[in-house]
């Protein structure tokens, strides 16, 4: 089976950096968009950045100049930069990825999700 799995949340003061990573494991044949959403309490979950596979990307207007999402294709893993972190950045934060498999075709994924707390 297909699994994603997040890393690199945690707490940081207002103004600091992080970076988070999403690595897919499985059977698949490819990897067409990657994303990053974001769930803060009593909110909806919201789409922060995307990165298609031709390299066209999508940013939320509320973290665009301060987050950028990449990928490496070879690892099969995708990063989101974060600086210039605000308390209202604060959320979990879920990797998204729309995988091609074989049989099924493309089907969506998510994984567990990584804690991003910004605070002094």
């Known amino acids: 089976q297909v699994q994603l799995v997040e890393s690199g949340g945690g707490l940081v003061q207002p103004g600091g950096s992080l970076t988070l990573s999403c690595t897919a494991s499985?059977?698949?044949?490819?990897?067409?968009?990657m994303g990053w959403y974001r769930q803060a309490p009593g909110k909806q979950r919201e789409l922060v950045a995307e990165l298609t596979s031709s390299g066209s990307t999508n940013y939320v207007d509320s973290v665009k100049g301060r987050f950028t999402i990449s990928r490496d294709n070879a690892k099969n893993t995708a990063y989101l930069q974060m600086n210039s972190l605000k308390p209202e950045d604060t959320a979990v934060y879920y990797c998204?990825?729309?995988?091609?498999?074989?049989?099924?075709?493309?089907?969506?994924?998510w994984g567990k999700g990584t804690q991003v707390t910004v605070s002094s």
């Open positions: 998204n990825a729309e995988f091609v498999l074989l049989w099924i075709g493309r089907q969506d994924y």
């Open positions: 499985g059977r698949f044949i490819s990897i067409s968009t």
